[in-house]
T-cell receptor, first 113, second 112 residues
Framework: DAGVTQSPTHLIKTRGQHVTLRCSPI?????VSWYQQVLGQGPQFIFQ???????GRGNFPDRFSARQFPNYSSELNVNALLLGDSALYLC????????????FGPGTRLTVT | GENVEQHPSTLSVQEGDSAVIKCTYS??????FPWYKQELGKGPQLIID?????GEKKDQRIAVTLNKTAKHFSLHITETQPEDSAVYFC???????????FGSGTRLLVRP
């Protein structure tokens, strides 16, 4: 079975631009979480979505938004990019919101210049 | 606030030796403690986890111990191999929580 997939793998954006990152969860998984991993640090929680609704949000500004689609895939959007948004963005899926195990995708490496 | 501290930040061992990584959490309501292995250019891979109703869990060469009173948990890798070289992260979360709180990571190097 395929694991969590994310696209694109890498991208480079300029300050002030907007970016959309995509995630497809493991087949059968209904919950998707997004994390930001700055180089040399552990992942930081951004959002969780379950059944197309936001179920949790981390300490990130309103420039960050997300949504989940009927097929349980998800998009993370970041507006007005800052240099500090450069990071690896990770998507994790779990069977339901109440399931402990979260499985991560390979991530999208975003560089803001 | 919620915080997980992880030590050491780097660990170098000879192949065949054991490696121990320790974490401390601040949220006393935490009851799920996973460990992830992250190789270069890849996402974190869940390698073992433990819930608060268990004090120890073992899976082949990997074991995790939990001391809820002290709010400590540890990863033990025995008979290390070069392919164990990676960055290891501990994490903690509450019951049915959506949010994993990660430690800062330990870079493990296993010398052949």
């Amino acid at each position: 079975d395929a694991g969590v997939t994310q696209s694109p793998t890498h991208l480079i954006k300029t300050r002030g631009q907007h970016v959309t990152l995509r995630c497809s969860p493991i087949s059968g998984h209904k919950s998707v979480s997004w994390y930001q991993q700055v180089l040399g640090q552990g992942p930081q929680f951004i959002f969780q979505y379950y059944e197309k609704e936001e179920r949790g949000r981390g300490n990130f500004p309103d420039r960050f938004s997300a949504r989940q689609f009927p097929n349980y895939s998800s998009e993370l959007n970041v507006n007005a990019l800052l240099l500090g948004d450069s990071a690896l963005y990770l998507c994790a899926s779990s069977f339901t919101q109440g399931t402990y195990e979260q499985y991560f995708g390979p991530g999208t490496r975003l560089t803001v210049t | 606030g919620e915080n997980v501290e992880q030590h050491p930040s780097t660990l170098s061992v000879q192949e065949g030796d054991s490696a121990v990584i320790k974490c401390t959490y601040s949220d006393s309501a935490s009851n799920y403690f996973p460990w992830y292995k992250q190789e270069l250019g890849k996402g974190p891979q869940l390698i073992i986890d433990i819930r608060s109703n268990v004090g120890e869990k073992k899976d082949q060469r990997i074991a995790v111990t939990l001391n809820k009173t002290a709010k400590h948990f540890s990863l033990h890798i025995t008979e290390t191999q070069p392919e164990d070289s990676a960055v290891y992260f501990c994490a903690a979360s509450r019951d049915s929580s959506y949010k994993l709180i990660f430690g800062s990571g330990t870079r493990l190097l296993v010398r052949p």
